[in-house]
């Protein structure tokens, strides 16, 4: 398993839809392996492809609490076939958008279809924190952020503050 880098808006790549996988073969558990990785040492409860800078449509997500044990899922193709009518509200980050949290209201549980790590297809009804994670990488697949939702302030707020982190960044490179 590889740790890989992951993408930091602003950035053209985070605003790109993903596209469907035709199969799960041993190149996409490699992918899926070094997702995880990458997701536990930042550490993160979800991570979408895209992240790492690869533009199809798989997830991992890992909502177990610290002191259980790892509960690693692995979605590829995941579409949401129901979502609840009741809402709830969440906190919010993203590994792409350090440093940055915000409430983001949701629907509160949501019904999915995917492919397994092992090639197989799956349902799954989520609910709490699991659904909150799965609608945010679902985002990611189709270009969203966590930060669209918000007011158009102080959405230009956070996205001028990363951009002068990464120039901060850049100038101590140089
Ligand atoms: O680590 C993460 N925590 C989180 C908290 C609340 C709602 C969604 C998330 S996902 C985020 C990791 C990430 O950026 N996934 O795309
Ligand atoms: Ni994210």
Sequence with gaps: MVKRKIIIEPDPILRKKSSILEKVDDELRELMDD???????????????????????VVVIDVSKKDEKKKPLFLVNPSINHK??????????????????AEIERPAECNLT????????????AKGLMA??????????????FIDYLSKLKKDMIIKKLKKQKKDIDQVIL
């Design 35 to 57: 997702m995880l990785e990458t997701m536990y040492s930042a550490p993160g409860i979800g991570l979408a492809a895209v992240q790492i800078g690869i533009l199809k449509r």
């Design 84 to 101: 609840s009518k009741n809402l709830s509200v969440h906190e919010e980050g993203c590994l792409s958008i350090p440093g940055h949290f």
């Design 114 to 125: 995917y492919i397994d790590y092992d090639g197989k297809k799956r349902e799954l009804q």
């Design 132 to 145: 909150t994670c799965i609608q945010h990488e679902i985002d990611h697949l189709n270009g969203v952020l």
